[in-house]
């Protein structure tokens, strides 16, 4: 366990703390809880005070009048018990209730809402006594036991000291009237709970970032179950280098059956390779639908020749294309005028070949715009460079 703890150096993934999460574990603060609880409490009986005062004296006078009937049976006595006791309740219910619902919310405050049935999924792996003993002797366990005693001997040694002072009040309350000495213990008795309402307060204060600490610190990863992570998110990468190898094969092969149909290939004469193809009725411009580089823009050349397909010698259209466009997009505006010149060679060509036009004048050397031949960049930055 040592070792494994070690080992877990790395910062818990947004995953691993979501399933923590859905396992109903939960960055905690018990005294953030019993802060809440102990403030509903005092609010609670400042609110209700003067009226569970009159109801507890109206639930005292009736207690103690007693009739001819309570005297010749039980039932009355029953019945009367019976009305009390509700009466009772009804004073203490509103209280209680408020208690439970900011200790709720001290609990949503510490670690969110966070609905999960697991945490009631019984383990029978907890009822061995080793494994325990082992937990109650954990440092977290023991950490929040010397807590808990540091917390009770503040309360007790606080408690004890204002009570040392406060016990004349206490005292005169005694002879005082009734309405008087209530008032009087009632105020000691408020000041003395705000008192230990500011310990649990400045206790909260350090406990619940210290429990969101302790929480992440239990979650932490080691690299193993960070690269196991990796792999069940993006799958196995000799997996996704495979498909993605197969799919590169695909595209490669459908690539080149395209290039038969194509109306010329644009080549460089040796390292770049691009077939074009136009369709009026179909197309709204030229489209590239092969190309490839050296031992791939080969391969084009030899299916274009095979297919009779035109091979067209154009050095910086055939740059330009082959890095400016993508396989099955059409051609920029930008090059629309270039690869206009090549197409119209190769038409005015076909229509020679078939006897309906003379042969074209010689092969176009198209101009392309500034900028879209790779080959300048590469040929001015050592001019670049020397300057």
Not at 11 to 34: F, M, N, T, Y
Not at 111 to 129: E, I, T
Not at 248 to 255: A, C, I, L, P, W
Request: include cysteine; charge should be positive.
């Amino acid at each position: 366990m040592a070792a494994d703890s070690q080992d877990r150096n790395l910062p818990a993934s947004q995953r691993r703390i979501a399933k923590a999460r859905e396992q109903g574990q939960v960055a905690r603060s018990r005294d953030l809880a019993h802060l809440l609880s102990m403030a509903a409490g005092v609010v609670g009986l400042m609110l209700v005070a003067p009226w569970a005062t009159r109801s507890a004296g109206q639930l005292l006078a009736e207690g103690l009048r007693f009739d001819a009937r309570a005297l010749a049976s039980t039932q009355p006595m029953l019945d009367g018990l019976g009305h009390h006791t509700w009466q009772f309740a009804l004073v203490v219910l509103p209280l209680g209730v408020l208690m439970i619902t900011l200790a709720l919310a001290a609990a949503v405050v510490g670690g969110g809402w966070n609905w999960s049935l697991k945490a009631m999924v019984p383990r029978f792996g907890k009822l061995d006594p080793w494994s325990g003993l082992g937990r109650l002797l954990s440092f977290g366990q023991l950490g929040d036991t010397l807590k808990a005693c540091a917390l009770a001997l503040v309360l007790a040694v606080v408690g004890g000291l204002y009570l040392s002072r406060s016990i004349a009040q206490f005292h005169d309350a005694l002879a005082m009237p009734l309405p008087a000495a209530l008032a009087q213990v009632a105020h000691a008795w408020l000041s003395g709970a705000l008192l230990l309402l500011l310990v649990l307060a400045v206790f909260a204060a350090v406990d619940v970032p210290l429990q969101r600490h302790l929480w992440l610190r239990r979650l932490k990863m080691s690299r193993e179950e960070a690269k196991q992570e990796m792999k069940e998110l993006e799958g196995n990468l000799e997996v996704k280098a495979k498909v993605k190898a197969r799919m590169r094969e695909m595209t490669k092969r459908r690539m080149l059956a395209a290039v038969p149909g194509a109306d010329l290939v644009v080549m460089n004469p040796t390292h770049y390779a691009v077939a074009l193809k136009y369709d009026e009725a179909t197309m709204a411009a030229p489209r590239v639908v092969a190309k490839g580089a050296d031992l791939l823009a080969m391969r084009i050349r030899d299916l274009a020749r095979d297919a009779r397909v035109p091979v067209l010698r154009a050095p910086p259209l055939a740059r330009a294309l082959y890095t400016h466009v993508e396989v099955d997009r059409e051609v920029p505006t930008t090059l629309f005028a270039a690869v206009a010149q090549v197409l119209a060679y190769v038409y005015q060509l076909r229509a020679a070949l078939t006897g309906n036009a003379p042969m074209p004048p010689a092969v176009p050397d198209p101009q392309l715009p500034p900028g879209l031949d790779p080959h300048e960049k590469m040929a001015a930055s050592p001019a670049e460079a020397a300057e």
